[in-house]
């Protein structure tokens, strides 16, 4: 699954493995899981910067209308780009 903290890629099998050890943070960074409206700030500072993850997670939730966002195709794509 992906995390917002550290704009890392985390396998559904470390991601269990923390669980089943009672962590509930990052796998990865071990910050602790931000709320969504914290996320969205992350993700857009990263963006602002050149990350490509980010700039791939900014552009998808555009893409499916999550994370309070309006679904914006032309934005998305603006993105992918």
Do not use: H
Not at 46 to 71: C, H, N
Request: proline share 5%; aromatic share 12%.
């Amino acid at each position: 699954s992906y995390r917002e903290c550290c704009m890392k890629v985390v396998c559904k099998g470390c991601f269990l493995a923390a669980q089943k050890r009672g962590m509930n943070d990052c796998p990865f960074c071990r910050a602790p899981r931000p709320k969504k409206s914290q996320a969205l700030a992350m993700v857009r500072k990263r963006v602002a910067v050149g990350d490509p993850m980010a700039i791939w997670f900014l552009g998808s939730q555009y893409f499916l209308g999550t994370y309070g966002l309006e679904k914006d195709m032309t934005r998305a794509v603006e993105l992918y780009e």
